[in-house]
């Protein structure tokens, strides 16, 4: 399974970007997926993740109502869509994909994800 993330840039304050997580391999390998972001200094966190039908999302608090997430399934291709952007959401942000069904409290953590990406960087000025 390889995941290819991509889409990160500098952007000000306030502005959007979308990130794509294009993956290859069995669709099994992929039942969820996610986004995870590392900040300099700090450690990897969770950020958002969706099903294999697209149909239960889950996002981290700091960005609930600013990210939506979404999987194109023909194109085997995540997004990750960022809007009101702030600085304190630079960081690499990394897309992961689990093999098998993740609950709620399952997704938010990053041992439970099995295949990663390489990262993409994303700065926020101010």
């Known amino acids: 399974v390889q995941l290819q993330a991509s889409g990160g840039g500098l952007v000000q304050t306030g502005g959007s970007l979308r990130l794509s997580c294009a993956a290859s391999?069995?669709?099994?390998?992929?039942?969820?997926m996610g986004w995870f972001r590392q900040a300099p200094g700090k450690e990897r966190e969770f950020v958002a993740a969706?099903?294999?039908?697209?149909?239960?999302?889950y996002f981290a608090d700091s960005v609930k109502g600013r990210f939506t997430i979404s999987r194109d399934k023909v194109k085997n291709t995540m997004y990750l869509q960022m809007s009101g952007l702030k600085p304190e959401d630079t960081a690499v942000y990394y897309c992961?994909?689990?093999?098998?069904?993740?609950?709620?409290?399952?997704?938010?953590?990053?041992?439970?994800?099995?295949?990663w990406g390489q990262g993409t960087e994303v700065t926020v000025s101010s």
């Open positions: 992961a994909t689990s093999r098998l069904g993740l609950i709620a409290s399952e997704v938010r953590r990053e041992g439970n994800y099995d295949y």
């Open positions: 391999g069995p669709p099994f390998s992929r039942y969820v």
């Open positions: 969706t099903n294999l039908g697209g149909g239960s999302t």
